[in-house]
């Protein structure tokens, strides 16, 4: 495809001077569909029309280009023009402008989900089922993507399973972000500068170069920055959360030797810094009985210890050559994608709130608190993939494949309990995970006749994925002994971590077996071992290193003259410090778990589907489509029940999706016109949840037997993400999309859905909200039959309307989009309080209310279209909601949409 100067998305533009559908009647049960249309011959006079057309925007939903409006399924397609204006950044700002889509930022990890299938596991071992792809490759792991939004043609999103062409965990449907390829034989040159609010500043460029008569070369890059969206209120004055300084660049080549093969290289490169996603830890206000509304703005925060820090490094090579063998294309694609991501903070102390800091305690050691956490993720990931396509000239055309996918990850996530009484951390480290997947598919369509068309596709799919590594919980007991009383814990038990200077090992990890001896237990002095071998260097104000530096030195049962000989004046007894008579280790030989896990899993996704052309311009179509997305393991727990380590596994999951739908244009009187409706069901069963729970709760629930409080460790519990089978579900609803080209150069566009999203019937799940070893009587097992599935509104719709006029010395355009969202949920308890009922405690409270957003953006082009001046306004009614939370027992963590961000930007093309 060869690009224009200025141009923004391919499109094809057609009159139709004798067509008008005046009535179209769509209705659904689960059986059948009925289409009602009629056509009216009578012939509009052209001049009536004033040269209006429809767009007729060109997309590969389906792997081949083709016409959105003859594509038999539900999919968007955005300009990459269109997102400019309206001032979309990222990847996650699509969810205000798609019905059905939403996609969280939680801490840098995208979730992305569509029509309430999604996934939030963001471990190692979580794979999404929405699939997202950048020029057509799969990405296993999307951080790091946002940056690249520029110089992109459209953004592509198609609904449903993608099981037969975009098998790779797309049971829900896939996101494709298309960027502009080289043009042949076309010099194009463009440099783009942009400011806004939050001292926003961007620079982009882009040149266009042939080489020859047959190839050429095309670099883009990208450069932007902006300050914080969150605002350290307290002390501290941090440049806290949200802050960025990215980059990134581009490069492809394009060569067509002749009329039968092209090769394209490509790299690209993206780098993100700044100050990452912390959300806002509301625990505090919730615990103090502050009604979050009362809460002005919850990127209003007290900062403490460690300044967030951010630092992604995404990159990818691509090779994808066609040649035409007459009969068919035949199509290869090979890839190589790289992630690293290290994010590093203190979760801010608090949203801020009249009286905050007499809630906080001793002011100093609050802010002062240096509990830290850090991310680390290294993936690397290849993709081979072997094409058919024939052309859709013959009766039968047809695509068949062979795909392969491998990904190497390392992860890392660890925590640092400064002043921590019976916590000094925990550590996940993962050095060696593997994923591999192969998959062969086909999928054809054959023409009944002029007006039918019957599509079938079957793709089968081989999964596995190991993974080796190691988990631990921290829990030193630290005391000072009483002589005078006998109190083992007269003082001292909180001790300094993670102070400046405090680094991780990470990687560097030399011990990942703590039972050094080979004993089959791990002893206090083996678990001290493991402990340091994990940090690199202490901080410099820590002091948890000079107090371990004497060794485990065992309470309880200890005599004084066992711990240490010196007695200080106040009758403690204190070793070589000066302060704690002994450190003891919580449960060496449990806190401590060697993982090695692995899956396989294979599975056949199939589709069926009917398109009838019932006039020139009006489609009718049903199909039956199914995808899969593979169960795995857990992490390894020591089970004291049976005496052995066990890793939980859960089952793939399946979705079959039944769709009826109609494509129509038209003219409405003299207006062209464009309606599309559909009707759609999901059967979603073994539908996978995973929650934070304790290694307790998770055999508890492993089990299916409900945990007995007293026999509930209340110390050294470690807190680990469990995946799970929990639910059969139904997903079913309509949706109605459309557009009007009006008299005036306007033009409206409208998506509207209807979404129900209900769990049909599962098994009691145990309420991760609550931990079991704090809180025994609520992390009890309880029914979810009939609550709805998170992140799914009602009812969503959006609007577009936009116009173009010429003036003296060019051409202004405008546009204004809204968007409104239905109330919906985050987590699949609905907000439920099962111990309160009469009075809900609020920390549970998950619901979003409705809202509307507005996104509006001008421009104006000079003379022959080389100099384009551009404002825009994204959420310019500052709507800022809740888009996921956190929800443990000591944890009330939110994550918003982004604030109202508005500028204005010149592009020049040479």
């Given at each position: 495809m060869r690009t224009t100067k200025g141009a923004s998305v391919k499109t094809i533009t057609k009159m139709k001077a004798s067509s008008m559908r005046s009535s179209i009647v769509l209705a659904m049960s689960l059986a059948a569909v009925a289409v009602v249309a009629q056509e009216d011959e009578q012939e509009q006079p052209a001049e009536q029309r004033q040269g209006r057309m429809l767009e007729e925007i060109v997309v590969t939903v389906e792997r081949r280009e083709q016409s959105l409006q003859d594509y038999a399924g539900t999919a968007f397609a955005i300009s990459g023009d269109d997102l400019k204006l309206q001032g979309i950044q990222n990847l996650a700002d699509l969810s205000e402008s798609t019905p059905g889509l939403q996609i969280n930022n939680k801490q840098g990890n995208f979730e992305v989900w569509i029509r309430g299938i999604g996934s939030s596991n963001n471990t190692e071992l979580g794979d999404p089922a929405a699939a997202t792809h950048y020029d057509g490759v799969y990405l296993p792991r999307p951080t790091g993507i946002g940056s690249a939004f520029y110089d992109i043609a459209r953004v592509e999103v198609n609904m449903g399973p993608q099981g037969t062409l975009r098998g790779r965990n797309a049971t829900a449907g896939s996101v494709n972000i298309v960027p502009w390829r080289p043009g042949i034989g076309v010099f194009d040159a463009m440099i783009e500068v942009e400011g806004g609010n939050y001292n926003s500043k961007m620079v982009t460029g882009m040149v266009n170069l042939p080489v020859g008569d047959n190839s050429a070369f095309r670099i883009a890059a990208y450069g932007m920055e902006h300050d914080a969206y969150y605002n350290d209120v307290g002390p501290l004055s941090q440049d806290i959360a949200e802050a960025a300084e990215n980059?990134?660049?581009?490069?492809?080549?394009?060569?067509?030797?002749?009329?039968?093969?092209?090769?394209?290289?490509?790299?690209?490169?993206?780098?993100?810094?700044?100050?990452?996603?912390?959300?806002?830890?509301?625990?505090?206000?919730?615990?103090?009985?502050?009604?979050?509304?009362?809460?002005?703005?919850?990127?209003?925060?007290?900062?403490?210890?460690?300044?967030?820090?951010?630092?992604?490094?995404?990159?990818?090579?691509?090779?994808?050559?066609?040649?035409?063998?007459?009969?068919?294309?035949?199509?290869?694609?090979?890839?190589?994608?790289?992630?690293?991501?290290?994010?590093?903070?203190?979760?801010?102390l608090t949203p801020d709130y009249q009286g905050v800091t007499e809630t906080l305690g001793p002011l100093d050691e609050a802010y002062d608190n240096w509990s830290r956490f850090q991310f680390l993720t290294e993936s690397e990931s290849t993709i081979h993939e072997l094409r058919l396509i024939s052309p859709t000239e013959e009766r039968l055309y047809y695509t068949v494949g062979l795909f392969y996918f491998k990904e190497n990850q390392k992860s890392f996530l660890a925590s640092a309990g400064d002043r921590g009484t019976f916590f000094q951390g925990a550590e996940f480290n993962q050095p060696d995970v593997v994923g591999e997947s192969i998959s062969a598919y086909g999928d054809m369509t054959f023409e009944i006749n002029e007006r039918m068309r019957i599509s079938a596709g079957l793709r089968y799919t081989y999964d596995e994925k190991s993974r080796q590594g190691v988990n631990g919980?921290?829990?030193?007991?630290?005391?000072?002994?009483?002589?005078?009383?006998?109190?083992?814990?007269?003082?001292?038990?909180?001790?300094?971590?993670?102070?400046?200077?405090?680094?991780?090992?990470?990687?560097?990890?030399?011990?990942?077996?703590?039972?050094?001896?080979?004993?089959?237990?791990?002893?206090?002095?083996?678990?001290?071992?493991?402990?340091?071998?994990?940090?690199?260097?202490?901080?410099?104000?820590?002091?948890?290193?000079?107090?371990?530096?004497?060794?485990?030195?065992?309470?309880?049962?200890?005599?004084?003259?066992?711990?240490?000989?010196?007695?200080?004046?106040?009758?403690?007894?204190?070793?070589?410090?000066?302060?704690?008579?002994?450190?003891?280790?919580?449960?060496?030989?449990?806190?401590?778990?060697?993982?090695?896990?692995?899956?396989?899993?294979?599975?056949?996704?199939?589709?069926?589907?009917?398109?009838?052309?019932?006039?020139?311009?009006?489609?009718?179509?049903?199909?039956?489509?199914?995808?899969?997305?593979?169960?795995?393991?857990?992490?390894?727990?020591?089970?004291?029940?049976?005496?052995?380590?066990?890793?939980?596994?859960?089952?793939?999951?399946?979705?079959?999706?039944?769709?009826?739908?109609?494509?129509?244009?038209?003219?409405?009187?003299?207006?062209?016109?464009?309606?599309?409706?559909?009707?759609?069901?999901?059967?979603?069963?073994?539908?996978?949840?995973?929650?934070?729970?304790?290694?307790?709760?998770?055999?508890?629930?492993?089990?299916?037997?409900?945990?007995?409080?007293?026999?509930?460790?209340?110390?050294?519990?470690?807190?680990?993400?469990?995946?799970?089978?929990?639910?059969?579900?139904?997903?079913?609803?309509?949706?109605?999309?459309?557009?009007?080209?009006?008299?005036?150069?306007?033009?409206?566009?409208?998506?509207?859905?209807?979404?129900?999203?209900?769990?049909?019937?599962?098994?009691?799940?145990?309420?991760?909200?609550?931990?079991?070893?704090?809180?025994?009587?609520?992390?009890?097992?309880?029914?979810?039959?009939?609550?709805?599935?998170?992140?799914?509104?009602?009812?969503?719709?959006?609007?577009?309307?936009?116009?173009?006029?010429?003036?003296?010395?060019?051409?202004?355009?405008?546009?204004v989009s809204a968007g409104w969202r239905d109330e919906q949920y985050l987590t699949i308890f609905n907000g439920e309080d099962y111990g309160q009922p009469e009075d809900p405690r609020q920390r549970l409270d998950d619901r979003v209310p409705a809202y509307w957003t507005f996104d509006v953006g001008m421009g104006y082009s000079h003379g022959d279209g080389n100099l384009r001046i551009e404002a825009f306004a994204n959420n310019s009614t500052e709507e800022v909601k809740n888009a996921a939370v956190i929800i443990t027992q000591f944890d009330n963590t939110r994550f918003y949409t982004r604030p109202r961000t508005y500028g204005a930007r010149v592009k020049y093309f040479f």
């Open positions: 980059s990134s660049a581009r490069l492809q080549y394009l060569w067509e030797p002749n009329d039968k093969a092209s090769l394209l290289l490509a790299f690209d490169y993206l780098d993100e810094k700044g100050s990452g996603y912390t959300g806002t830890n509301y625990a505090n206000p919730l615990g103090n009985g502050i009604d979050p509304e009362d809460i002005k703005d919850p990127r209003d925060v007290h900062a403490r210890g460690l300044e967030p820090r951010n630092d992604t490094e995404h990159w990818g090579a691509k090779l994808e050559f066609k040649y035409d063998l007459g009969f068919a294309q035949l199509e290869y694609t090979g890839s190589f994608r790289s992630l690293d991501y290290n994010f590093e903070a203190s979760t801010p919980r921290y829990a030193f007991a630290l005391g000072g002994f009483d002589v005078t009383t006998g109190n083992e814990f007269a003082c001292c038990m909180g001790a300094r971590v993670g102070t400046e200077g405090f680094e991780f090992a990470g990687f560097d990890r030399q011990i990942y077996d703590p039972d050094l001896d080979g004993s089959g237990d791990v002893s206090g002095d083996e678990f001290l071992e493991f402990y340091n071998d994990g940090i690199k260097s202490y901080g410099a104000r820590d002091t948890l290193d000079d107090i371990l530096a004497n060794g485990i030195q065992p309470g309880g049962s200890a005599t004084p003259a066992q711990c240490t000989d010196t007695i200080t004046t106040d009758g403690l007894i204190c070793p070589a410090d000066g302060n704690h008579s002994f450190v003891d280790v919580i449960n060496p030989s449990t806190s401590i778990t060697v993982q090695d896990g692995e899956m396989d899993a294979d599975f056949v996704d199939w589709r069926l589907r009917l398109a009838y052309d019932v006039g020139e311009s009006s489609m009718a179509y049903g199909l039956v489509s199914t995808g899969h997305k593979s169960g795995g393991f857990n992490d390894t727990f020591s089970d004291p029940e049976v005496g052995i380590d066990i890793s939980p596994t859960y089952d793939t999951e399946t979705v079959t999706l039944y769709e009826l739908g109609w494509k129509s244009e038209f003219d409405l009187g003299s207006v062209p016109t464009r309606f599309n409706a559909s009707a759609f069901y999901y059967d979603y069963a073994d539908q996978v949840f995973t929650s934070l729970l304790s290694v307790e709760q998770a055999l508890d629930f492993d089990s299916g037997v409900p945990p007995d409080p007293d026999a509930i460790d209340q110390s050294g519990a470690l807190v680990v993400s469990f995946s799970y089978n929990a639910a059969d579900s139904e997903i079913y609803g309509m949706q109605f999309d459309g557009g009007f080209d009006l008299p005036y150069n306007f033009s409206f566009d409208y998506t509207a859905l209807w979404l129900e999203a209900e769990i049909i019937e599962a098994e009691p799940i145990q309420d991760f909200r609550f931990q079991a070893d704090v809180a025994p009587d609520d992390a009890v097992f309880r029914s979810i039959d009939g609550k709805r599935l998170p992140h799914t509104p009602k009812y969503q719709l959006n609007m577009k309307l936009s116009q173009w006029f010429a003036v003296p010395w060019g051409t202004v355009d405008y546009v």
